[in-house]
């Protein structure tokens, strides 16, 4: 099959690749322009570009694809099928409608459940004990088209957002494959997603990352594990803002926020609203990321201090 691809992140490398390993041709890709990145703001081609441009795959980058922008590509590549991974842009119709095989989308969560723009991270944040992917045929709406396939697997204890989010796009990348494998053999007008069940995966910003000590061990560790790797978990000691990177939920009573336990051989302990959460990494402000254990063996927290928020 003719295959237009349209993605930006590194969640759709792997889907990208898998096709690009198959009998299908990628006739295009479409990805989001090129933006600045880092404290010098280089501009910088997303991943996905890199990828297809590796392969000489031609790459168009529009602002919009409202008013029949792609019309012209569209009629010039003449894709049996559009595959879209994280793209970033809404469809209009005329896109929706052009190819034969119609327009499918790889969605990082168990639709209907976390349709949006961050589904891995709120799987963990919300405390799910199981996250997914889920192939469906795109409609106007916000990843609110019928399921085709779906895949579920299992949320480590203690896995990150980061950790999660590689692992369902290689998940994704696989299911992909099935998917135009099973519609190569027959149409799947898809399943009819339950609304009752519908939730959304708003995106994550920095204000959210502040931690409420008041919360669960449990729920802070979610919290810390879902914003894992960006944009990090915060607290403050003395003012300063400190990231927390990884902790472990213990037994601990104490007031929320307050130091129960420090030293250089367990690190830190901190109570919390029900139960205490041992910091295992962390980031003091102007310094590097390093364990608690680390950070102790050369600065002193008393027993009793208190973070805030």
């Not at 723009?117 to 199981?130: F, L, T, V, Y």
């Not at 978990?233 to 601990?252: C, M, N, Q, S």
Request: glycine share 10%; proline share 7%; aromatic share 6%.
């Amino acid at each position: 099959m003719k295959i237009l691809f349209m993605g930006t992140p590194d969640f759709a490398v792997p889907s990208l690749q898998a096709l690009l390993d198959s009998k299908h041709q990628v006739v295009g890709v479409l990805t989001q322009p090129d933006k600045p990145q880092g404290r010098k703001q280089v501009l910088t081609p997303p991943p996905v570009k890199m990828l297809a441009s590796a392969h000489n795959i031609p790459v168009y980058q529009p602002d919009t694809l409202k008013n029949g922008a792609i019309s012209d590509l569209l009629k010039q590549t003449k894709p049996d099928l559009i595959v879209v991974v994280a793209y970033g842009k809404i469809l209009p119709r005329y896109v929706l409608d052009f190819p034969p095989k119609g327009c499918i989308n790889v969605h990082g969560s168990l639709l209907p459940r976390w349709r949006g723009a961050a589904p891995i991270q709120w799987s963990i944040i919300a405390g799910d004990r199981d996250a997914g992917v889920t192939t469906m045929r795109m409609s106007e709406g916000l990843d609110t088209g019928n399921i085709l396939l779906s895949k579920k697997t299992e949320i480590g204890a203690q896995e990150t957002a980061g950790a999660l989010f590689d692992r369902l796009a290689d998940m994704g990348a696989s299911l992909l494959l099935d998917t135009i494998a099973e519609l190569e053999q027959h149409d799947m007008p898809g399943i009819p997603q339950d609304e009752s069940q519908a939730c959304y995966a708003s995106m994550l910003d920095k204000q959210m990352a502040y931690i409420d000590w008041r919360k669960s061990a449990q729920e802070i560790n979610c919290l810390i594990r879902g914003l894992n790797p960006w944009p990090v978990a915060l607290t403050t000691l003395d003012g300063a803002r400190v990231k927390i990177f990884t902790a472990v939920p213990e037994l601990g009573n104490g007031l929320p926020g307050s130091v129960l336990e420090s030293d250089a051989k367990h690190g830190l302990l901190i109570a919390c609203g029900t139960g205490a959460l041992r910091i295992l990494e962390l980031q003091m402000v102007g310094g590097k990321r390093m364990s608690a254990c680390d950070y102790l063996r050369g600065h002193t927290i008393p027993v009793g201090t208190c973070f805030g928020n």
